[in-house]
Nanobody, 124 residues
């Protein structure tokens, strides 16, 4: 199983980007998929997830939208109104299970599969 993230880049404050995560070797149509990010010197943090529900961190809610195309086995993250504090390496994650508790979506340890990350840099 591979998760291939792409779409990162260098943008200015207020710009938009769309990240993609293409899954191969497994279908996650009934499972959970998510985006996490890690800024330099910081721990990996939850961004958004899609499974039985859709969840966002407070810092991106209203600006980012997670979606997926099960036919293409691809997860997306539309990021609008980007801020310098959004600068990080963004990772996609997936698990075969549909999580049963809300808290599970936010925990990196719950996801078995991880992509390699794509860099997003927002200049001020």
């Amino acid at each position: 199983v591979q998760l291939q993230a792409s779409g990162g880049g260098l943008v200015q404050t207020g710009d938009s980007l769309r990240l993609s995560c293409a899954a191969s070797g497994n279908s996650f149509s009934r499972g959970t998929m998510a985006w996490f990010r890690q800024a330099p010197g910081k721990e990996r943090e939850f961004v958004a997830a899609d499974g039985r529900g859709t969840y966002y961190s407070g810092s991106v809610k209203g600006r980012f939208t997670i979606s997926r195309d099960n036919a293409k086995n691809t997860l997306y993250l539309q990021m609008n109104s980007l801020k310098p504090e959004d600068t990080a390496v963004y990772y996609c994650a997936a698990d075969d299970r549909p999580f049963n508790t809300r808290n599970a979506y936010f925990q990196a340890k719950e996801y078995y599969y991880w992509g390699q990350g794509t860099q997003v840099t927002v200049s001020s």
